[in-house]
C-alpha cells in the first residue's frame, strides 16, 4: 500500500521546448503537429495492446505487457535496496516469524495461492517510518515503526491483506504501464505546443490523473485485503482499526484528498464496511 505519499516520476521538461517558444510557419507546425499525433498515438497503442486478463480477479487490466514472471524478477532485484533502505531487517526471530506466519496463512487459504508470485514477508528494523509495501511479484514489508502500533494479530493480517492485494491486482505492472503513457501523451503536447507552460500544465494534469488512478488501487486492494481476511478466518473489522491507527500516526496532518495518492482514512472505512457486506460470511 505504501502508506507514505508515493513519489512523483513524471517527466521533467526543462527549457524552451521545440523552437524556444518562437512563432513557428505553417509547414513546420504542421510537422510538428504530425510527429505529435504520431507520438500519442503510439503511446496509446503500447498502452492499450498491452491488456491482459487477470484470471484471479476476472477482469481486463493494462500493464504495458508486462508478464508475471517479469514481476518477480523486478521485485525480488529491489528487496535488497527497499530492505537497506529501512535499516535492514528486523533482528527478532519471533517478529519474522510471526509477520512470516500470517502471510502464509493469507496466501494458502485465499485466491492468492491462485496465483503465479513468489510471496515472502518480511520485518524491517525501521523505527521512524510508519509503513508497509509490497513489491510486485510477491515480496512484501512492513517496518517495526508499524507494527509495534498494531493491536493484534487480525490488524496484522489486515496490514498484510492489503499489501498481498496489490500484488493480485498487479497494481505495480498497471502503474508502470500507466505512467509511460502519461508521459508520452505530455511529450506529444510538448512536440505539438513548442513552449514550456503548456508542458508544465500537461504534466499537473497527468499527475493529477496518476494522483487519482493510485487513489483507486489503494480502495481495491482494502477490498481484497478484506476478502483474503475473510478466507483465511480473520476477522476484516480489524482493518478499520488499522485505519484508525494510520489517521492516529499522521497527526491528522493530510493534505486534500484530491491532492494525495492516498484516499482519506474516513472514505476508506467506508468502502471497508462495504466490502465485509460483500465479502465476509
Known sequence: MAYRRQPNYGNQYGGQGYGG???????????????AACF????????????????????????GGIEPEQEIALGLQSAPAMVQQHGGLHPSAEGQEFVKRVGRR???????RETKYQYDFHLLADPNA?????????QTFITYALFEK??????????????????????????????????????AAVIMAGDYSTAQAAQMIGNLVNMSYGREQELESDEIGVRLMS???????????VMEILEKASGGSRQPEFNSTHPSPENRI??????IQKWHR
Open 150 to 187: 498494531l493491536e493484534s494479530e487480525d490488524q496484522l493480517a489486515g496490514v498484510i491483506g492489503h499489501e498481498i492485494g496489490h500484488v493480485i491486482a498487479r497494481h505495480g505492472a498497471e502503474r508502470m504501464a500507466k505512467q509511460s503513457l502519461t508521459q508520452g501523451l505530455t511529450g
Open 106 to 112: 493469507l496466501v494458502e487459504n485465499s485466491i492468492a
Open 130 to 138: 510508519v509503513n508497509a509495501f509490497a513489491l510486485p511479484g510477491g
Open 40 to 63: 500519442a498515438a503510439f503511446s496509446l497503442f503500447k498502452y492499450y495492446s498491452g491488456g491482459q486478463y487477470n484470471e484471479v480477479l476476472g477482469e481486463k487490466q493494462y500493464v
Open 231 to 241: 478466507s483465511a478466518g480473520y476477522d476484516p473489522h480489524a482493518l478499520k482499526g
Open 21 to 35: 517558444g518562437r512563432r513557428r510557419g505553417g509547414g513546420q507546425f504542421k510537422m510538428m503537429l504530425i510527429i
Open 270 to 275: 467506508e468502502r471497508i464496511d462495504e466490502a
